[in-house]
């Protein structure tokens, strides 16, 4: 236990990242719970997925479900969904899977002014802008026409 108590210290020394000694004595969510809830909100990406959901998944309380996750992936569960959903929301948006409004709908945002919000902050660039950037991209690598 000791030696994982110091491992964890200078780990996070190396990353840049502070962390709390007095939470080492838990080191986070055993692996198949990780595995469980993630697998969960991939599934579940449109729908609401609140602490108490994800908590229950993980058979564990909201509470010590919340600093659980944070320990095993350095995220809030929060911020880890909203991750997941952007990444998909970047998919969806450059493989042409629909307007703004519905991918924002897809994945589980309630209104697109919220979506694009988000996406702005998270992406760096609007999601108009990241469509337009794939539709050109897309019309650019087309199929190569020979002209006779």
Known sequence: ?????????????????????????????????????SDFIEANLGE???????????RLSPWHF?????????LTPHGYVTRRRMERAKVLLGSGGGSIAEIAIAVGFKSVASFTTCFGREVGVTAAQRSRLNTSARSVDGPNIEKE
Not at 3 to 24: C, I, M, Q, Y
Not at 51 to 57: I, N, Q, T
């Open 1 to 37: 236990m000791r030696s994982t108590r110091r491992f964890r210290l200078e780990f996070g020394k190396k990353v840049g990242r502070a962390v709390d000694p007095h939470s080492l004595g838990s080191p986070g969510l055993s692996r198949r719970q990780l595995r469980r809830v």
């Open 48 to 58: 609401e997925l609140t602490l108490a959901v994800l908590a229950e998944v993980a």
């Open 66 to 74: 919340s600093r659980c996750f944070r320990r095993a992936t350095g």
